[in-house]
């Protein structure tokens, strides 16, 4: 786990973190292509965009970039990263439960390591299909309760299989007595999902096509090529991948 949260780095780090903004851009834009139509020029929202890394990069490929972050020390070093970059990014103050955007706005929706840290999971998805056009996508990745591994707090062994509720408590008490297990956030994670409350929650909010990372994956090689495979078709290896592998990627399509 990282000394602190994300929305914290520093310039420096920030800088440093682009070659995996980058990579992590390009081959989510070749995953989602797979399933909605992204053409250059769709317009893309960053929730929780921190110091716009991802934005810099999809801006890079074309698209329009927008964000929503309220850290505001974040919102100025991405305005630097950009500059740098020579690309243009727009990051307004924002949270994910009340997006400052209209209806029918965003082609992508993109949240990365967000959902876990916010008061009302529920909203925040309700916001993502209300700012969406008809067909456009909505990716998140978030905390998993199914891997006994995480990245959320520090010295908790298999911390991912504890009851929520225990989880939550944990959280909070080491926000406000020993921040630095949760890496100096004021906002821990305090949401972790399985495939069901996922696809449950996507479908309450008026989401009907759902897509897991497995659905996603495109892997080189013809062995990773054979297991993916096997993975999509068999329900046991897919509750297996999903247990071995730390976090959870959904994209669910506005219909």
Known sequence: ???????????????????????HAESLVRALRKIASLPEGSSVLDVGAAQGR??????????NAWGVEP??????IAL????????????????????????????????SSVIEHVQNPAAA?????????????YWFFTASSMCP?????????????????????????????CPRLVGMSGSPALNW???SKARRMLRDVGFEQI?????????????????????????LLRLLGNVCVSGCAYAAIKT
């Open 80 to 111: 630097m990263l950009s500059q740098q970059a020579n690309v243009n990014i727009s990051i307004v103050a924002g949270k994910a439960e009340n997006l400052p955007f209209d209806d029918d706005r965003f082609d992508l929706v993109h949240a």
């Open 193 to 195: 999902f399985t495939p």
């Open 1 to 23: 786990m990282s000394c602190k949260a994300t929305e914290q780095l520093t310039l420096k780090e920030a800088q440093a973190r682009l070659p995996a903004a980058k990579a």
């Open 54 to 63: 991802f934005l810099i990069h999809m801006a890079d490929l074309g698209f």
């Open 149 to 177: 591994r995480q990245q959320e707090i520090k010295g908790f062994p298999l911390f991912g299989w504890y009851p929520d509720t225990l989880k939550r408590r944990i959280m909070l008490w080491a926000r406000d007595n």
């Open 211 to 235: 897509y897991d990372r497995w659905d996603l994956a495109s892997p080189s090689g013809v062995i990773l090529t054979g297991a993916i495979s096997l993975i999509r078709r068999v329900r």
């Open 71 to 76: 850290w505001s020390q974040a919102r100025d």
């Open 125 to 137: 998805f309700r916001e993502a299909h209300r700012v969406l056009k008809k067909g456009g996508v």
